[in-house]
């Protein structure tokens, strides 16, 4: 296999040992709070990042195959609207890159000349997706980074050298919390240059029924990949959970407009984390907010693209209109 044309960097600040200083940080102060929190970055670990891709081909879990839908759809007429010259294509979050390998087979058919450059926490994801696309694609030039994407961000306002277009898929945008998903496009429309181009993939909202299955699956599988969470505080830092103990609840909070996903206890509990020298009581019904998937309108897309500084070039929908990927312009 030719390895010619692949590069994995990791991002310096981001080594083994900082991000286990941060997340054991983190889940301190998550779990000191009065309603107990998990942030649910931490559960793509290699574990929870397989676990996502069983997701992605749940047939509950609609948003990937919509998706791969409005791409297949719009890949012509994306790849027109970006022109000939040399670009840079950054996916922030690329996961395994499937819904990605779209534009990217359309782009090298055309003969364009640009470089793909994979962003994801999770190291394994970043080299198995360049080792995947090197086996299927020689020609490819792929550039992967090992970082999260605020570090991810520095990274890509430092390289200047041709036409950014940035991919944020897969509704990842729905994690954040309002604000945090306001300051992560205004932070992110201050890395890239007007004129530069962002991809964006946003589930709509749609009847609750179908919302609330794509989180509670018939096999379970959302219920590990949410679990795992306490699994690696296991693994991690030295936890003390028995995952009998804890059940897992997912469901539409229509003041907020996201499905809201939670560990309960099952019993009144203490739980020792070695590694935070503290121990954490849980009672019985007590629930741990490990994320949030926010839906949306098309209308407030239109305002998070203005407010960040966008301009909204087109908006390419699923035959269902379950979701749109939105291609914006940096203004
Ligand atoms: C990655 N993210 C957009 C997924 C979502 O739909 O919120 C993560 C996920 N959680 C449960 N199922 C999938």
New binding site residues.
């Given amino acids: 296999m030719s390895m010619t044309h692949t590069i994995i960097q990791h991002h310096c600040s981001l080594d083994a040992e900082t991000l286990r200083r941060q997340f054991a940080h983190d889940v301190l102060k998550g779990l000191s709070q009065s309603r107990k929190s998990i942030s649910?970055k931490y559960?793509y670990d290699e574990r929870g990042s397989e676990l996502?891709c069983k997701?992605m081909g749940l047939p509950e879990?609609y948003?990937t195959d919509c998706e791969k839908n409005c791409l297949e759809a719009c890949k012509g007429s994306i790849r027109e609207t970006i022109g000939r010259g040399r670009s840079n294509l950054i996916e922030l979050?690329a996961g395994d890159g499937i819904k990605t390998k779209i534009l990217i087979r359309n782009l090298l058919e055309h003969d364009h000349d640009f470089q793909y450059c994979p962003v994801d926490i999770s190291e394994s994801a970043v080299v198995n997706l360049s080792q995947c696309l090197n086996r299927e694609y020689p020609g490819l030039k792929i550039r992967g980074l090992v970082t999260d994407y605020f570090q991810g961000l520095t990274w890509l306002s430092q390289q200047n050298n041709a036409k950014k277009v940035v991919l944020f898929l897969?509704?990842?945008i729905?994690?954040f919390s309002p604000r945090e998903a306001m300051d992560f496009l205004k932070h992110l429309r201050g890395s890239i240059n007007r004129g530069d181009y962002l991809i964006i993939g946003f589930?709509l909202k749609k009847d609750i029924e179908t919302m609330v299955r794509?989180?509670n699956d018939a096999q379970g599988i959302?219920e590990q990949?949410?679990t795992n969470i306490l699994s690696r505080i296991n693994r991690e830092l030295g936890g003390e959970f028995n995952l009998d103990c804890f059940r897992y609840v997912?469901n539409w909070d229509d003041l907020s407009g996201a499905?809201k996903?939670y560990l309960v206890s099952t019993c009144n509990q203490k739980i020792h984390i070695r590694d935070l020298n503290s121990s954490f009581i849980f009672n019985e019904g007590e629930v741990v907010h490990a994320?949030s998937?926010y839906k949306f309108t098309t209308d407030q897309c239109s305002v998070m693209a203005e407010v960040a500084g966008f301009d909204v070039v087109d908006n390419y929908f699923d035959d269902r209109n379950y979701f749109v990927d939105s291609l914006w312009i940096a203004v």
């Fill in positions: 649910c559960i996502f997701i879990y948003l979050g897969g509704s990842n729905g994690n589930d794509a989180y959302t990949f949410i997912s499905i996903s994320e998937s």
